[in-house]
């Protein structure tokens, strides 16, 4: 079974840091775009960052210089570094995926289950 399974959320205080990851398992030949989503309460999922294979990187400008994105190929991970959290960046936060599996089947639009960041004091 292909799955994305994230890890790093919890509770942080506001100007606080948290690391999120995101390893894909299963069958997996290869990643292309790597990327993680947000979702607040009453909001619409929305992109935070991608990373494709070739290291060029998209951050929403409500994120820039605050978040990281990167990856680790070899273990077919996505990390998400966030500094200066603030209050507004509670959500949960979902990992996505393109890959290709080792039966050759493409999977442009695989989703994790999703992480909860509260950013409170």
Do not use: H
Request: charged share 15%; proline share 2%.
């Amino acid at each position: 079974q292909v799955q994305l399974v994230e890890s790093g959320g919890g509770l942080v205080q506001p100007g606080g840091s948290l690391r999120l990851s995101c390893a894909a398992s299963g069958s997996i030949g290869s990643t292309y775009a790597m990327g993680w989503y947000r979702q607040a309460p009453g909001k619409q999922r929305e992109l935070v960052a991608t990373l494709n294979s070739g290291g060029a990187t998209n951050y929403a400008d409500s994120v820039k210089g605050r978040f990281t994105i990167s990856r680790d190929n070899a273990k077919n991970t996505v990390y998400l570094q966030m500094n200066s959290l603030k209050p507004e960046d509670t959500a949960v936060y979902y990992c996505n995926a393109d890959v290709r599996l080792t039966s050759g089947l493409r999977i442009r639009d695989l989703w994790g289950q999703g992480t909860q960041v509260t950013v409170s004091s």
